[in-house]
């Protein structure tokens, strides 16, 4: 009788053991979500900036203006890390546009505040893929334990499901260009 409970005891301990492990690393995946959220925040906040400092050169390209501003707003609304990927690949874009925009405009390359938000700009992308790549493993090694033998019985029984990893398009996995 004694070892049957110690059995049932261990099995137990087992079993809180892996659902706290499944629990914390859920809890670092929205940790890490939240710190993506962070730096796209701040990259959305940048923007407005960059937009205006290029407007008073270049008034006449209202579309270039209009997509980074779509852009910027459906990155703001963006819940999901699937929905932000895609919003956040939209404005990369818009982005780019802009910036050639400006290229051809020697004198807003050269005025102190566009190049300190470019500063910025440059240095919050930095720290958003610093926090994807933060957000992906956390995801990885929540998934792993998900399928992996005996915590998927566990994961099964508590109702764990995978998560999505934050994953960029085909053309947007290669390096972006800001030239100035």
Known sequence: MEILLVVIALAAVF???????????KVKIKEAWSQIDVQLKRRIDLIPNLVESVKGYAAHEKEVFENVTKARAALMTAGDPKAAGEADMQLTSALKSLFAVAEAYPELKAQEGFINLQKELSDTEDKVAYSRQFFNSVVRQYNEKIVAFPSNLIAGMFGFKQEAFFEAEAQDREAVKVEF
């Open 15 to 25: 079993l809180i053991s892996i659902y706290n492990s499944l629990a914390t690393l």
